[in-house]
């Protein structure tokens, strides 16, 4: 029996030699993971700058992961500030201070709400989506197909969507922003008795240019995410139909995780630049 051999089992005989094999495991698969999503995002920036460009299919993907996101994202804003307009409200009120309701609302709306929990909705729906549709193509070897073909199924799958993402994601987070505000508004003159024209001159005079495009480059970001991600997946998928819908589920924790530690690291990069 080989040195090595005895140090092994020696190890594994300690206390905690199960709960740092674990740790260790979680962390190699942790780097395996981030290594291959950053393998697919240099191909899918690569193929973005060769011909042809699919131009077509990137606008029906706007319609398909953007477009019919509307719903989810717009109905989530306006009973997100109906909420924070009836809680805010009430706490301030304590105070006297129900007047800077509008305040607290735009600016948590412009600079986080916005953009993380249309994220976080529109993204668990748009992630799984492509997770499924590409998915379903690999264990049904229509990717192979691409590949036989000639065809990069980067530039086919990825790009497009991966295009259409960041494209519409910005645009969502500025629509959730004002329907957010513009529910909050009418729950405070509701309960609050406060005037519409009060406050719109309050949310007018509390955010500027920094803090909307603090939440429009988050949202640019988490749109990147969860598509990079959903068709990671999707290309990853094995185990047919069951896998699928295995592969899809994971889709959804991972981007619901990454946009939230994502929300944090990019927040503390672009806050020098809102309050310089």
């Known amino acids: 029996m080989t040195t090595d051999t005895l140090q092994r089992r020696a190890f594994d005989r300690l206390p905690f ?18 290594g291959s999503i950053s393998r697919l995002t240099f191909a899918t920036v690569r193929a973005a700058f060769s011909l042809p460009f699919e131009g077509r299919e990137v606008v029906r993907q706007l319609y398909y992961l953007g477009v019919q996101s509307l719903g989810v994202g717009l109905l989530t804003a306006l009973f997100t500030g109906a909420v924070m307009a009836l809680q805010f409200g009430h706490g301030l009120a304590r105070f006297g201070a129900s007047n800077y309701v509008g305040k607290l609302i735009s600016v948590g709306f412009v600079m986080e709400l916005g953009p993380v929990l249309t994220a976080l909705l529109v993204g668990g729906r748009v992630g799984a989506g492509i997770t499924a549709e590409i998915g ?25 969507r991966v295009l259409a993402c960041v494209i519409s ?15 909050g508004m009418l729950v405070a003159g509701a309960e609050q ?71 944090f690291v990019l ?5 020098p630049f809102v309050h310089p």
């Open 169 to 183: 994601m910005p645009l969502l987070c500025i629509l959730a922003d004002v329907i957010g505000i513009l529910g």
């Open 267 to 271: 927040g503390k990069a672009l806050l």
């Open 17 to 34: 030699s199960g709960v740092f094999g674990t740790l260790g495991h979680s962390a190699l698969r942790f780097f395996e993971v981030f």
């Open 193 to 263: 008795g406060i005037a519409f024209s009060f406050y719109l001159d309050q949310v007018l005079t509390t955010v500027d240019i920094p803090e909307v495009t603090h939440g429009v480059i988050k949202a640019g970001f988490f749109g990147f995410f969860y598509s990079i991600i959903g068709c990671w997946m999707g290309l990853q998928t094995t185990g047919g139909t069951e896998g699928v819908g295995r592969f899809t589920t994971q889709t959804v924790v991972l981007t619901s995780i990454t946009i939230l530690v994502g929300d």
């Open 136 to 160: 379903s193509m690999r264990v049904t070897e229509q990717v192979d197909a691409i590949r036989a073909l000639g065809a990069d199924p980067v530039k086919k799958l990825v790009l497009p």
